[in-house]
Structures are given as structure tokens and as C-alpha cells.
């Protein structure tokens, strides 16, 4: 395990490798995401994104992960899964520290099931692994309705991201995304600088290394993604 900042409000530590990402806190970060295990607004120490076979798909996904985190040896309270076909060890990285935050962000993707949103589509009944996958992690102070925008901020990133990579939908359409990509907000909630976030659009801050970081890890692990397929692994 690696320390993610090179100072924070308290040690916080990460590692990458092919079966998962794992952020480790030693204090409960606030977290808000639409993570399987561990969603919506909620208390986290542990953040994975965990990667499965493009096959997966079990009758009841939370069973299952708990089952998981038990067999690894992991704690099973105030943790945070993400699932993933992608390959985690092959994903974007980028890092912001400022007098007002400090900001981390891994990226994981794969487009294969890439879609425009507000364009007809397939649906499904039960959710697949996600595909492009987001992990921002803040060490500063920020008010819920800033977390929202954070996603707001993240999602028009990656959308850029993939409209600069041409990534297509099976249709030919520009991606917005993929069908089933999902996000995780974490934050301290300690002052850095005196400053609270109350925004994170693009224009504040905050917002505009959100942008910045996420477009440029996105950019990144879809690039890894078609040099693999490209070495045909």
C-alpha cells in the first residue's frame, strides 16, 4: 500500500492490482456513489474496484461481494465495491494537490458496450459489471450538493473524453459513456486552506482539476484498453 497524498487530513493508501483497486483510510471518508455495495450517501474506510469476468453474472451481485470480501479477508463495514470487466491494473491515474485540495482519481475502462445517452438503446433488468468506472477521492471540505456537481463535473469529462477518442456506439453514434459505468465521490470533509467547496463545476477550483483529472485518466485507460485488443489479449 502506497500513500496516496503526500500529506493529508490522515493517512490515507492505495494499490493496484489485476484483481482490484484498494484505497484504504484510517478515519471514515464520506462517500457518494452508485456503487453496488456500499451506495448512495454513506461513511466509507474502504473504497475497491474490483475486477470480474465479462461473464458475471450472479443471481443476487451483493451476496455474492460480501461472500467475496469475506474470503479475502476483507472488511465487510463501511466498505465501497465497484465492479468491473475492465482491467484495473491497465487503468488512468492522475493527482492534484493545491492550498484548497487535493484530489486523486483512478479511471478504469472498457467501451465494448459503449452508448450515447438520449438515443434508443437495449435495457436490462439486472445491472452488468461497469465498464467505465470513477474513483475520486478528496482531501478537503466540501458540502453535499459540491459532491453532486463533482458528478455532474466527472461525467461531462468523461463524455469529452470519449468524444475527443471517437468511441463509438454499435450504431456509429459519438459515446457518451457505456451502459453500465458507475462513480464514487469520497471526500475527508477536513478544512485545506480554510476553504469549503460549496461547488464543482468547471469553472470553481475543484471542478476544473475534477475536469482536467478525469478526462485525462479516461483518456488514458481507454488508450491502454485498444492496445491490449490491439496485441489481441
Not at 484530489?103 to 433488468?125: E, I, K, Q, S
Request: glycine share 10%; with cysteine.
Amino acid at each position: 500500500m502506497q500513500p496516496v497524498f503526500g500529506r493529508s487530513a490522515w493517512p490515507i493508501h492505495s494499490r493496484v492490482t489485476a484483481e482490484m483497486i484498494q484505497i484504504q483510510s484510517e478515519q471514515p471518508l464520506t462517500v457518494l456513489t452508485s456503487a453496488v455495495v456500499g451506495g448512495g450517501l454513506a461513511t466509507a474506510t474502504m473504497i475497491l474496484n474490483r475486477h470480474v469476468e465479462s461473464s458475471y453474472c450472479p443471481p443476487d451481485p451483493e451476496a455474492e461481494i460480501q461472500d467475496w470480501l469475506q474470503a479475502k479477508g476483507l472488511s465487510r463495514c463501511q466498505t465501497v465495491v465497484l465492479l468491473t470487466a475492465a482491467h484495473v491494473d491497465e487503468g488512468g491515474y492522475r493527482r492534484v494537490e493545491s492550498e484548497y485540495f487535493r484530489l486523486a482519481v483512478w479511471a478504469t475502462a472498457g467501451v465494448g458496450n459503449a452508448a450515447r445517452a438520449g438515443l434508443d438503446g437495449p435495457v436490462y433488468l439486472q445491472e452488468m459489471p461497469g465498464t467505465i468506472n470513477l474513483i475520486l477521492l478528496i482531501d478537503g471540505r466540501m458540502t453535499i450538493p459540491a459532491m453532486v456537481n463533482s458528478i455532474i463535473t466527472a461525467t461531462e469529462a468523461k463524455a469529452a473524453a470519449l468524444q475527443d477518442l471517437c468511441v463509438t456506439d454499435p450504431q456509429g453514434n459519438i459515446a457518451t459513456g457505456t451502459s453500465t459505468d458507475a462513480i464514487v465521490v469520497a471526500s475527508t470533509q477536513e478544512w485545506v486552506g480554510s476553504y469549503l467547496h460549496s461547488y464543482a463545476g468547471v469553472a470553481s477550483p475543484l471542478g476544473r482539476s475534477i475536469g482536467q483529472a478525469v478526462y485525462q485518466a479516461v483518456r488514458e485507460a481507454v488508450e491502454n484498453e485498444r492496445r491490449r485488443r490491439q496485441g489481441g489479449e
